[in-house]
């Protein structure tokens, strides 16, 4: 199958959708099939060569976060041309009323579409002022992906119709695999803890984390707090007090590799986000890893979490619940492995391998209806032709 996948986001900075679409393009083309990728990406980005550059991105904020998208005619003579060269048997879109290459190749393409709506959230003035120009076209969607229950409630509420939940894949066994490194593994005295994210960006919530980390010192003085993503710890570490600086270790953005490691290694991996998160992959790629997570109860996070079964929550936006939630782990190591076991069990229901195959059902349906609908078009002629049936 020619499969064409619509990435909206710029590959020069990793997020979620991008990994995505990434690890789906790949795992198709595992499978044998042709996949082509168009994304946004600076010139000098070093891309797969699956990957087709859509232009230098420009950061706009949305979401609660900045995202980096391209519009405008230049972007869509690139769409039209990639469009034009592909002839694909089917078109994959990501955040298909999000103003940027997704919503310019709705509008140019004909053939099988298929969209998956990764977003949640209330309406925006970004979707706002798309949805009008993105409305006559979204009629061409055959087959309508959400990545969560959130993400599906915030098509049916803001987008029309309804979409089938299926939810971001994991390679479970690159997590599953990876060892502990000594230099972050704990101790009695001195456990780790794991914070994953834009550090910078306040939804994603390293001040909550440190907002709690007062009291969890308190009882556990030699607790250390390894913070991996990209920031400036300068920043973000404005107005913390000392002791809380002290406890953090900054790590930078790692590798693929690296945060597998990490997530192995540390004795609880905490999500503190406070919105605007449809799914939580990075849940999903700690509890493959073996980690025990603990994370705020955000609706997402509660689903992936199996309610508090697969990883413990906390009141979101709640530094008390946090702190005392962390205390009850780190000092009960036998729940922090139940948890830890029941989570990887969880896992294996994200790994690509069950993923993939539900997209690709969608894509032999819509691909299916396409040829239907022609079909009937032809007799429909035929009959008109000979005079109707008589």
Wanted: charged share 20%; glycine share 10%; with cysteine.
């Amino acid at each position: 199958m020619r499969v064409g996948i619509v990435c909206p986001y710029s590959f020069d900075v990793p997020g979620g959708v991008q990994f995505h679409v990434r690890d789906l393009a790949e795992h198709f083309i595992g499978q044998g099939h042709e996949v082509s990728v168009l994304a946004p990406a600076d010139s000098e980005t070093a891309l797969p060569e699956y990957v087709v550059s859509a232009g230098r991105a420009t950061a706009v904020r949305y979401n609660g976060s900045v995202a980096r998208l391209n519009f405008g005619p230049v972007s869509a003579a690139k769409v039209n041309r990639w469009l034009d060269h592909g002839e694909f048997d089917v078109l994959h879109l990501h955040e298909p009323v999000t103003p940027s290459i997704s919503v310019l190749a709705l509008m140019a393409a004909d053939g099988p579409i298929v969209a998956t709506f990764h977003t949640s959230m209330l309406r925006s003035r970004t979707m706002q002022t798309a949805y009008p120009i993105v409305r006559p076209s979204l009629e061409k969607i055959s087959g309508r992906i959400a990545v969560s229950e959130d993400a599906r409630r915030t098509v049916t509420t803001h987008v029309g119709g309804d979409a089938v939940v299926i939810p971001n894949g994991v390679y479970v066994d690159r997590f599953e695999h990876a060892r502990r490194r000594a230099q972050w593994t704990g101790t009695p005295t001195r456990p780790t803890i794991a914070f994953l994210g834009r550090m910078g960006e306040p939804r994603k919530g390293l001040p909550v984390l440190a907002a709690a980390l007062p009291a969890v010192l308190d009882a556990v003085p030699g607790l250390r707090v390894l913070v991996a993503g990209p920031g400036d710890p300068a920043e973000v570490t404005e107005g913390m007090p000392d002791r809380v600086v002290a406890a953090m270790e900054f790590l930078g953005a790692v590798s693929d590799e690296d945060k597998a490691v990490l997530l192995a290694s540390a004795d609880v991996y905490v999500a503190p986000n406070t919105g605007g998160e449809s799914f939580g992959i990075i849940l999903i790629e700690a509890m493959s890893a073996g980690a025990c997570v603990l994370a705020s109860d955000l609706s997402a996070f509660w689903r992936v979490l199996d309610g508090g079964t697969a990883g413990a929550l906390f009141r979101n936006e709640d530094p008390e619940d946090l702190a005392a939630s962390l205390l009850t782990l780190l000092a009960e190591p036998e729940r922090r492995r139940r948890l830890a076991t029941a989570g990887q069990a969880r896992a294996r229901q994200f790994d690509w391998s069950v993923v993939a195959d539900r997209i690709m059902a969608v894509y032999e349906t819509v691909i299916e209806g396409r040829m239907a609908a022609r079909q009937g078009a032809r007799t429909g002629w035929a009959r008109l032709l000979r005079g109707g049936d008589r």
